[in-house]
């Protein structure tokens, strides 16, 4: 069952989850490597792979508000980190789904670190507290590219249909 | 219909849309900087496995400007400027600013004072601040470098919902030492850093009717600052003048107006005339205290410069205010002009040697401190005060340092004392 390995608070920008200074770097590869550069607990059990794929970072409202920078997307779905916030912020949430990075907006969401959630369509439990939190489904208007398998292979299959 | 509505309407090719519908706009212009380079990986990839060759979809509508880290701090970014160079070359791309004294600059001032921008285009750009570009009467806003290599390709930017709108109306006058950037960031504290999540901020009011474009780019620069999707000024007769007389427009201008019954999701009233003085303080853009809270603070750096603040009139009152006087010991003071346009604009003007021989260093224009990739950047403890448009936690290059948002007067004033100055009490 997917644990809680890092909770951050309200308003966590792009410039904390990957910061500035490493912009020079883009390829998804290589992004991982800082994410959440200045949090050197975390980022050093990242670095180490000592956080098992589809761990649970936690953020509260407004998750990576700031900047449109890709690498703040890239950088949590290399290690394959599932995102649980109570919101995100537009470009973010946008930049998410189209590199299908799993994020679940879950408004009333309340866990420490290490707690176990267990998530479903649309509730999810926290099997530690033992309270169950309704998850809110994506917008309709982002399911075609989520069920596409990202932003890149939707456009493909839109570019084909074009030429045709 | 709101003005966003209506540009939504005709670029998706509908008679009418509404908050919540979900169009596929046409793009009339698209922007990138150094982040280009990452959406050339995505846009060939969108090709790998097709018999299609790689083309945009009109080149004449893309825009490419170096900016971010120019010149290039290391030869990881300068070979992606390269990259981008030898593809922008090859894909015939219209509006390449590179490095240069002469057309280069911040993308965000390239575009408007280049005429690339109009009234009631879909502006779309891989950069957060592309709000700004509302100031001319245009619905433009930010997306990821993905989305953007899918603007490429097709020419829209798909599955986009049209946006409510908050219209913000606003009176009074100024007072001296005080105008665009102290309503922002005024406006941004009162409605916090998520209140316009997802929704459009459209400016009315005889404040706004009086203000000059510059002061509209100000505004809209910073909607994003409160989660918006967009901000929008109605263009009118300031527009069309900054168009034909700075950017040297020639052809139609088709300002997109609101319809009197168009549904705003709220409405927001501020009456600025006896607005002070406004600080954003560490470590978020809504923590904004009027002057008087945090005067006295010690600040080690003063920039200013950027999309936000780095045009002629914010260096004409940064001049008017640091002539013969000396920027204090222990404070070091950081100009960079928006473009290159501007920064012979203010050599022509003497505002230069004003500034440098207060002991302010001027440098060329780009991005610089503001992000805090390649210069500029804070040491552990010390504090700068900044007209930029973002405070978060390690935006100046270092986590373990804060940096403080202003006005250009109210960064020159502090310059001259080394704390946090009111310039209207000095
Ligand atoms: S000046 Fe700052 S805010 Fe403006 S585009 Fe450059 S980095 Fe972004």
């Known amino acids: ?164 | 219909m709101t003005i966003v509505e209506k540009i939504l309407a005709r670029a998706s090719g509908l008679p009418s849309v509404k908050a919540g519908d979900v169009v596929e706009p046409k793009v009339d212009l698209a922007m990138s900087h150094e982040n280009a380079a990452l959406v050339i990986n995505q846009f060939l990839e969108i090709y790998q496995g097709t018999p299609l060759p790689p083309k945009i979809w009109d080149p004449s509508r893309v825009a490419v400007i170096f900016d971010h880290r120019v010149p290039a701090e290391s030869s990881k970014t300068a070979s992606n400027q390269k990259k981008v160079r030898d593809f922008v070359g090859v894909q015939g791309v219209g509006k390449f600013h590179d490095i240069r004294g002469d057309v280069g600059g911040i993308c965000h001032q390239i575009l408007p004072e280049n005429g690339y921008v109009r009234p009631g285009y879909v502006v779309v750009g891989t950069d957060s601040h592309t709000t700004s570009h509302g100031a001319l009467g245009a619905f433009a806003f930010g997306i990821g470098a993905t989305e953007m290599a899918t603007v490429w390709a097709l020419g829209s930017v798909l599955n986009v919902e049209v946006p409510t709108t908050i219209k913000v109306v606003v009176k009074g006058r100024f007072k001296k030492f005080v105008g665009p950037k102290d309503l922002i960031l005024h406006l941004i504290g009162k409605i916090s850093a998520q209140g316009a999540n997802f929704k459009v901020l459209e400016f009315h009011g005889e404040t706004i009717s009086k203000m000059s474009t510059s002061g509209r780019l100000v505004l809209c620069n910073m909607s994003v600052e409160a989660g918006a999707t967009a901000g929008i000024v109605p263009a009118d007769e300031e527009t069309a003048r900054y168009l034909r007389e700075e950017a040297g427009v020639t052809g139609p201008i088709e300002p997109v107006l609101p319809d009197a019954d168009a549904a705003y999701e709220s409405v927001i009233e501020i009456n600025v005339s006896k607005l002070q003085p406004q600080i954003a303080c560490p470590h978020t853009v809504d923590n904004v205290k009027p002057i008087d809270q945090v005067a006295g603070k010690r600040v080690n750096q003063i920039v200013i410069g950027s999309c936000t603040n780095g045009r002629l009139d914010d260096l004409a009152i940064a001049a008017k205010i640091l002539k013969g006087q000396k920027v204090a010991q222990g404070t070091r003071m950081l100009i960079f002009p928006a473009s290159a346009k501007i920064f012979r604009q203010a050599l022509g003007k003497g505002y230069v040697g004003v500034f440098m021989q207060a002991g302010a260093v001027v440098m060329n224009s780009g991005c610089g401190p503001c992000l805090g990739i390649h210069e500029g950047a804070l040491g552990d403890g010390e504090a700068a005060l900044s007209t930029t448009n973002r405070n978060f936690k390690g935006r100046m290059g270092n986590p373990n340092s804060e940096v403080y948002l202003c006005s250009p007067a109210v960064a020159a004033a502090s310059a001259i004392t080394g704390v946090i100055t009111n310039p209207r009490k000095k």
């Open chain 1, 1 to 164: 069952m997917p644990t809680v390995v890092f909770k951050v608070g309200d308003d966590v920008s792009t410039d904390v989850i990957y910061p500035g200074r490493y912009m020079a770097t883009v390829l998804p590869t290589e992004t991982p490597q800082f994410a959440f550069a200045d949090e050197a607990a975390f980022n050093a059990k990242l670095k180490a792979k000592q956080i098992p794929p589809g761990s649970i970072l936690l953020g509260g409202k407004n998750f990576g508000c700031g900047s449109s920078r890709e690498q703040a997307v890239s950088c949590l779905k290399g290690p394959e980190l599932i995102i649980v916030a109570r919101d995100f912020a537009r470009i973010f949430l946008q930049n998410g789904i189209n590199l299908g990075l799993r994020m679940i907006v879950c408004p009333d969401i309340e866990a420490a670190e290490g707690d176990e959630l267990e998530l479903s369509v649309d509730a999810l439990v926290n099997k530690t507290s033992g309270r169950q939190f309704k998850i809110e489904p994506m917008p309709r208007s982002r399911q075609v590219i989520i069920d596409a398998g990202g932003l890149i292979a939707y456009t493909r299959t839109r570019l084909q249909q074009a030429v045709v």
